[in-house]
């Protein structure tokens, strides 16, 4: 039985499950797999340099039972001098109030009661007694019900879950060996009887989905396993991969996201679905809503460059749409429209944060008469202006149906909708863009784009304006 210590220590160093001086607590049911686990964590728990506690969970469904495993880890526990903490849950009216099915009421109640118990006791890690026959049948339950590759690695080993480190150090180890390590060391431990009721659906894949399995390939769990850890460690290098090119080619603003779509396109599908996938995740609440079938009619839709509609659903009350080979996923639907703003900006020397757009403006003074005159703007995010040809107070606004600019280097006027579709510009930068205007609502300038023939500096000895604007929403 020392063998198993020894894997147990072994994969606790591979995986970094714990440190010296850490409080590791564990879910105690009363089950062998747990039991033996407290027990080897106590074994080790001296050159490992380990605090102990264990909490205990009466789900409120076997009565009688559950009394005696109650009772069990009680006196086991206290006979060892392993702190416990215990709770009686009443799930039964809580699935009546809630609606939820049996186990996911259970886990959701049970988790909720280990996290707070952890932190009564300053554990940072909850020990869980899950084994490599558990992971099997994750990996095969996963299998049948339909899965990603990332649903192929199973349990993690460790997972973060509230700033509690959730560990299972016996995942590699098979419930025959924890069964002999309670009987070789005499410990007490109870039987589920609900582990036997076929109407659940992991009990139906244990005792009979497994062993038809099993007469086709007798190592099946192994195998099982294996492709667990393969696809964890593929899971985990895309993953990497997906977070980089997110950080690198998404842009995001308050529940909106956008990308280019040629950078989308370039990637290989598996990155293409795998980031898709991300940018739902920051934008959703509701994990659920984010589907295959979803994330497989947005790359479709990026990839032919066109949608049948205005956008599609993207789950989670998210639009996806198409503009001028920019991708935008956005909230709300296809009649959104940016609310209309206005500010006046001062011509004296300060700033305008204007909430909107996220955008800063920034005004000063660049020149007084008897001054040399700079040469130009340094670039499309700063204007010069006559101040004595301005008619303030001037006015920062999105734009307006009819707006119409006086360009420079155009005779006449434009409609400020056709220079948005000349520069290609999205229909949703064009619903938040600044148009900067003066007391008798002349358009001077729309940053980034083009300025207005009026007020233009250097023609006369008034002082000159310079406004410049930053954070410019994409």
């Not at 202006?385 to 009819?402: E, I, K």
């Not at 619903?431 to 207005?452: E, N, T, V, Y």
Request: aromatic share 8%; proline share 4%.
């Amino acid at each position: 039985m020392e063998e198993l210590l020894d894997r147990v220590r072994e994969t606790a160093a591979m995986y970094k499950l714990w440190s010296p001086g850490d409080t590791i607590m564990t879910a105690l049911s009363g089950g062998p797999d747990s039991m033996a686990l407290l027990h080897m964590l106590q074994q080790l728990a001296g050159a490992e340099q380990l605090a102990l506690a264990a909490a205990h969970v009466n789900h409120g469904f076997r009565i009688e039972e559950s009394a005696r495993e109650a009772a069990l880890v009680t006196e086991w526990c206290a006979s060892i001098g392993i702190p416990l903490q215990t709770v009686v849950l009443n799930l039964p009216a809580y699935i009546e109030q809630t609606g939820m099915n049996a186990q996911a009421a259970a886990r959701e109640q049970r988790y909720a009661f280990l996290q707070e118990a952890a932190a009564a006791c300053g554990a940072g890690r909850i020990a869980l007694g899950h084994h490599a026959g558990d992971q099997a049948e994750t990996v095969l339950m996963r299998i049948i019900r339909g899965t990603s590759p990332g649903g192929l690695a199973g349990m993690p080993i460790s997972r973060t879950e509230k700033n509690v480190e959730l560990i299972r150090p016996l995942l590699r180890i098979n419930k025959s060996e924890l069964l002999a390590y309670c009987d070789y060391h005499n410990l007490p431990y109870s039987m589920d009887s609900s582990n036997f009721k076929r109407h659940y659906f992991r009990n139906k894949v244990r005792l009979d989905v497994i062993p038809y399995l099993e007469e086709l390939n007798p190592k099946l769990a192994e195998s099982l396993l294996r492709l667990s850890d393969m696809a964890r460690s593929d899971d985990d290098y895309m993953k990497r991969e997906a977070a980089v090119l997110f950080r690198e080619k998404v842009r995001l603003s308050a529940g909106k996201a956008v990308m280019d779509r040629y950078a989308l396109l370039e990637l290989h599908v598996a990155l293409q679905r795998r980031l898709i996938k991300l940018i739902l995740n920051y934008l959703i609440q509701e994990k659920d809503a984010i589907t295959y079938e979803r994330i497989e009619a947005v790359r479709e839709a990026a990839e032919q460059g066109s949608l049948s509609g205005e956008s599609l659903d993207a789950g989670g009350g998210i639009r996806f749409c198409i503009d001028y080979g920019m991708l935008l996923w956005r909230k709300g639907n296809d009649t959104d429209s940016s609310a209309p703003y206005e500010y006046e900006l001062t011509e004296q020397d300060g700033r305008l944060f204007i909430a909107e757009t996220g955008m800063e403006w920034f005004v000063d003074t660049l020149y007084v008469p008897g001054d040399d005159l700079p040469a130009r703007p340094a670039s499309r995010l700063e204007a010069w202006f006559d101040s004595g040809a301005l008619a303030y107070p001037l006015f920062v606004r999105n734009r307006r149906p009819g707006d119409r600019m006086e360009v420079l280097g155009l005779n006449g006027t434009k409609k400020v909708q056709d220079m948005f579709v000349d520069a290609k510009w999205p229909r949703s930068k064009r619903d938040h863009a600044p148009l900067l205007c003066d007391a008798d609502g002349r358009i001077l300038w729309i940053p980034g784009l083009r300025r207005s023939a009026h007020a233009l500096a250097g023609h006369t000895d008034a002082k000159v304006l310079r406004i410049r604007v930053a954070g410019l929403p994409e």
